[in-house]
């Protein structure tokens, strides 16, 4: 067959066209996501300090709804997806790398109330004191489960976001803050039939690195999906 250097040519450069577009449109992306994390962090300073009036806050803790507050620095604010309250999130560095927005409905066209400024990936935020944390850890996935678990038993917790994310953490708490862990497991019955009961897994996943027999998991009976 009959070489063509013709068509090997405009095939090689439209492979390079579409990594140089490629790379461009990563570098607006990474551009876009560092301002918007950067404007954020300077509202952030700015909003009040949320005081339990936040409907997501009533419909999950009711009367105790103050005391949540209480718990975390919780802003209040309001965007073109409504009222939310706002905390920040912490990298490995100890430095603020990104925060949760979290609204009283759904935000338009998506499933979930929740919005992500900035880096997830590692992040995690501490409800109560982390001065306090001796001995024992306690993360649990998402904000509401952990200031549930911190008024309770008044234990400081930690916030992993995810179930995804709690590998990360769990290995990060384990070496900067107690060496035993005891995870909040969220009890994920949606979608329990096609992609299993995602919460528990992660949580049994990620307790096993340099796990002890000394860690352990709590498990509700059951979760809102």
């Known amino acids: 067959r009959q070489y063509n250097h013709q068509t090997d040519w405009e095939a090689k450069r439209k492979a390079h066209d579409r990594l140089k577009q490629a790379e461009k449109e990563a570098a607006q992306d990474k551009a876009y996501k560092a301002k918007r994390l950067n404007d954020f962090h300077e509202l952030f300073k700015t909003l009040p300090r949320e005081v339990g009036n936040h409907a997501y806050l009533i419909k999950k803790f009711g009367h105790l709804a103050p005391l949540a507050a209480l718990s975390i620095d919780l802003r209040s604010g309001n965007d073109k997806h409504g009222d939310f309250i706002a905390y920040a999130l912490h990298g490995q560095s100890g430095r603020v790398i990104?925060?949760?927005?979290?609204?009283?409905?759904?935000?338009?066209?998506?499933?979930?109330?929740?919005?992500?400024?900035?880096?997830?990936?590692?992040?995690?935020?501490?409800?109560?004191?982390?001065?306090?944390?001796?001995?024992?850890?306690?993360?649990?996935?998402?904000?509401?489960?952990?200031?549930?678990?911190h008024l309770a038993t008044g234990e400081p917790c930690f916030v992993a976001l995810n179930a995804g994310n709690l590998e990360r953490v769990v290995p990060f708490v384990r070496g900067t803050y107690a060496e035993n862990i005891t995870i909040l497991a969220d009890n994920d019955r949606k979608n329990l039939a096609q992609n299993g009961n995602t919460g528990i897994n992660a949580a049994l996943k990620a307790i096993t690195y340099g796990g002890k027999q000394s860690d352990y998991l709590i498990i509700p009976p059951c979760s809102e999906a």
């Open 98 to 149: 990104g925060y949760q927005k979290i609204y009283a409905q759904n935000i338009e066209g998506r499933d979930d109330n929740k919005d992500f400024i900035g880096s997830m990936g590692g992040a995690f935020a501490i409800v109560g004191d982390a001065e306090a944390v001796t001995g024992r850890a306690y993360i649990a996935e998402g904000l509401a489960n952990a200031i549930t678990y």
